[in-house]
């Protein structure tokens, strides 16, 4: 049971636009920023959004991040078939002493 | 280029030891914090450890407390994780990852290509 709350999966078709929510609590989205993680198939995790809404250098400006309280979305807009991953939230939990993750959410293009 | 290159993994049985290693190239080793993430076959993300970069704050999820213990010597660019009375449980892709911050954020934007740990008699 993760301490971060994600849907298991979503899906859509190349061109449309997805969001996937990430639902904590005060003592971490409420009082902390957070950061979005892809994973792509049999890779690593790639920092995708930090602090809420802010994109690294070189992530298309077509994935974007919101929070609002003790939750928080990433959207992905014009949807591609190379973004078909897993999307983890994160965020520093002040009770935990540590980051929690969500459970992550399964991005199928159909 | 920053890299950061697990090593140490491996089959180990319940109760067992080993020790992970994470060298890092690319960047000033001794100016960033640095986390140990696992992932558990066919499973999400699980935060394990941080240590900051003087070696003066270390923090572990309470799943390991106890039984692992990071560390780093600066010198050498290393990072490590001692674990001790492992568990089937603890059987994961042990990722490092470096901590940068900005944006009023921390976050990891470095992570390492991973080492398996399988715990199994």
């Known amino acids: 049971q993760s301490v971060l709350t994600q849907p298991p999966s979503a899906s859509g078709t190349p061109g449309q636009r997805v969001t996937i929510s990430c639902s904590g609590s005060s003592s971490n989205i409420g009082s902390n920023t957070v950061n979005w993680y892809q994973q792509l198939p049999g890779t690593a995790p790639k920092l995708l959004i930090y602090s809420n809404n802010q994109r690294p250098s070189g992530v298309p400006d077509r994935f974007s991040g919101s929070k609002s309280g003790t939750s928080a979305s990433l959207a992905i807009s014009g949807l591609q078939s190379e973004d078909e991953a897993d999307y983890y939230c994160a965020a520093w939990d002040d009770s935990l002493n540590g980051q929690v993750f969500g459970g992550g959410t399964k991005l199928t293009v159909l | 280029e920053v890299q950061l290159v697990e090593s140490g993994g491996g089959l180990v049985q319940p109760g067992g030891s080993l020790r992970l290693s994470c060298a890092a190239s690319g960047f000033t080793f001794s100016s960033y914090s640095m986390n140990w993430v696992r992932q558990a076959p066919g499973k999400g993300l699980e935060w394990v450890s941080y240590i900051s970069s003087s070696s003066s704050t270390i923090y572990y999820a309470d799943s390991v407390k106890g039984r692992f213990t990071i560390s780093r010597d600066n010198a050498k660019n290393s990072l490590y994780l001692q674990m001790n009375s492992l568990r089937d449980e603890d059987t994961a892709v042990y990722y490092c990852?470096?901590?940068?911050?900005?944006?009023?954020?921390?976050?990891?934007?470095?992570w390492g290509q991973g080492t398996l740990v399988t715990v199994s008699s």
């Open positions: 990852a470096r901590e940068n911050y900005g944006g009023n954020s921390y976050y990891f934007d470095y």
